[in-house]
């Protein structure tokens, strides 16, 4: 069985970082492309960063520079690591599984789904 755990989030400052984990199981990492998508209250889910098996990257516009996707297949964990965040980052981040990495993720191109993990950024 396919799974993603989340785990990292939590309350930061303006400007501050944190680093977000979506650790998987029941499949391994270099035979998947992995996508980080986040969701704000009142908002629509947008696709935030993705990696394909040959660890080649996409970003949305608005988290280039900023934040930096990657793996490590021996821990088979997708981590984010997110610096100068903004109060606008502040959302559920989910993992998932895509069946293609091409450009920033898209919701059509997923498989399976973590739950989720909260970061707020105060002002």
């Known amino acids: 069985e396919v799974q993603l755990v989340e785990s990292g989030g939590g309350l930061v400052q303006t400007g501050g970082s944190l680093r977000l984990s979506c650790a998987a199981s029941g499949f391994t990492l270099d035979r998947r492309a992995i996508a980080w998508f986040r969701q704000a209250p009142g908002k629509e889910r947008e696709g935030v960063a993705c990696?394909?098996?040959?660890?080649?990257?996409y970003y949305e516009d608005s988290v280039k520079g900023r934040f930096t996707i990657s793996r490590d297949v021996a821990k088979n964990t997708v981590y984010l690591q997110m610096n100068m965040l903004q109060p606008e980052d502040t959302a559920v981040y989910h993992c998932?599984?895509?069946?293609?990495?091409?450009?920033?993720?898209?919701?059509?191109?997923?498989?399976?789904w973590g739950t989720g993990t909260l970061v707020i950024v105060s002002p």
């Open positions: 990696i394909t098996t040959g660890d080649i990257t």
């Open positions: 998932a599984t895509l069946r293609r990495c091409a450009g920033p993720p898209r919701d059509t191109d997923t498989n399976h």
